[in-house]
């Protein structure tokens, strides 16, 4: 199949596109510029130059596709039902990337208990409401209209991608602050938990929804979880700190991470991927986070 990937030289979609290319598709790729689109050429990807503005190129290049899938951005109402468009009463695949943080909290660094499966209801936090609106409202409501519309919401993303990008965000960055500052942080007590899953366990996914997964559905993705606090005293040693993880409040972690990051590394994300694994089959290989951060200093 022909399937076109918005993101392809990000974390997700980079991984995604080489066992996309490795299965014997054919995978065309979104790139912001030139030297991206080298890049993706350089990894067996056709690229086509644009953003998720160029609004007529995303129609066009949806419409001569057999699949598409987003991995660029949650939240781009614009782009999404500029691809909705393309392919409406086609029958056509758009595979949505969602994150766990949808479901996350205000909690400044506490435990929750709440762990959440795909048919238990929630509110989001308003900083999330539009990717709620957007999934309900344009991506999973698509089903109706001929589109075998997919969601896969993966949480804390760790491991080695086999794409242009190679690291995530969140491990990455708290590393990143821990090297320049000298000392590992956390947010509060730091007892606050995410869901993590391995890259190369998530991108199987995608290929198996593309299988697999039926009109309208939604996936959550985990293998593991984790507190902040443990996360971040496993990046200290990692590191060969002698001291372990310090404890921030969430002002110093906004000057130092940024508000949206602060907001996410301060709050619970918990998911339960029972769904994945009885539905589409999914195995996941990996299970252990913190062994893979003290791998990789």
């Known amino acids: 199949m022909n399937i076109f990937i918005t993101g392809a030289p990000g974390y997700i979609g980079g991984t995604v596109a080489h066992k996309l290319i490795k299965a014997g598709h ?26 998720l503005d160029d609004l007529e190129l995303l129609y066009n290049t949806s419409k001569d596709s ?3 899938i987003n991995t660029a951005s ?20 758009f595979i949505h990337t969602s994150g766990s943080s949808i479901i ?19 509110n989001p936090v308003p900083e999330k409401a539009i990717w709620y609106a957007i999934e ?3 991506i999973l409501s698509a089903a109706k209209d001929g589109i075998r519309s997919i969601i896969i919401c993966p949480c804390m993303i760790y491991g080695t991608g086999l794409g242009v990008r190679t690291h995530s965000i969140q491990i990455p960055l708290m590393s990143r602050t821990a090297k320049r500052i000298g000392a590992s942080k956390y947010v509060g007590s730091g007892k606050n938990i995410w869901s993590n899953v391995h890259i190369d366990d998530c991108a199987d996914a995608y290929l198996l929804a ?5 009109p309208g559905s939604y996936y959550y993705l985990e293998s593991g979880e984790e507190s902040l606090v443990n ?11 002698k001291k372990p993880a310090m404890s921030m409040n969430l002002k110093e972690a906004v000057n130092i991470w940024g508000a949206p990051m602060s907001l996410s590394l301060s709050s619970n994300s918990r998911l339960n991927a029972e769904k994945a694994r009885q539905m589409l089959g999914w195995r996941p290989k990996h299970h252990n986070i913190i062994d893979d951060i003290m791998m990789k200093p």
């Open 74 to 93: 949650t939240h781009n109402a614009f782009a999404i039902r500029s691809i909705l468009e393309a392919i409406r009463n086609s029958g056509k695949t």
């Open 26 to 51: 054919q995978v065309t790729g979104l790139a912001r510029d030139i030297n991206k689109a080298e890049l993706l050429e350089k990894h067996g990807i056709t690229p086509v130059v644009g953003s």
């Open 104 to 122: 996350s909290d205000n909690a400044n660094g506490e435990y929750s208990s709440h762990i959440y499966s795909e048919d238990i209801p929630y």
């Open 136 to 138: 309900r409202n344009m």
């Open 210 to 214: 593309l299988e697999n997964a039926k």
């Open 66 to 68: 057999d699949v598409i």
């Open 231 to 241: 996360i971040a005293n496993a990046i200290s040693k990692s590191l060969g700190h």
